[in-house]
């Protein structure tokens, strides 16, 4: 499956921005899906994930009850809605995709390495 993100961009302080990442391919169904994000000289740090038809997502804590992650799995989608972005937040987002049996649908994980695919990133910058 191919990823290409979209959607990153300026915004100030307290705005909002919403990633989209189009997938390619079959089975997008069949994906957990996740978004990373990096800022240069540290590590790739897990923002979101939703399993597979979107039974269950979780957020890291610098997320939770700002960013919103969701899946249309018809359009082969994937959304990350932020809001009340803050200075800190800005970073390169990947979208990542992790082929996984999982029939209840509730899967997805942290880790990066265990996403076989991955976007090629785009920018998000927060002006204070």
């Known amino acids: 499956v191919q990823l290409v993100e979209s959607g990153g961009g300026l915004v100030q302080a307290g705005g909002s921005l919403t990633l989209s990442c189009a997938a390619s391919g079959d089975y997008f169904n069949s994906y957990a899906m996740a978004w990373f994000r990096q800022v240069p000289g540290k590590e790739r740090e897990f923002v979101a994930g939703i399993s597979r038809i979107g039974t269950k997502a979780g957020y890291a804590e610098s997320a939770k009850n700002r960013f919103e992650i969701s899946r249309d799995d018809p359009k082969s989608a994937l959304y990350l809605r932020m809001n009340s972005l803050k200075p800190e937040d800005a970073a390169v987002y990947y979208c990542?995709?992790?082929?996984?049996?999982?029939?209840?649908?509730?899967?997805?994980?942290?880790?990066?390495?265990?996403?076989?695919?991955w976007g090629q990133g785009t920018q998000v910058t927060v002006s204070s």
């Open positions: 990542a995709a992790d082929f996984a049996i999982d029939y209840a649908g509730a899967y997805y994980t942290t880790d990066d390495a265990e996403y076989e695919y």
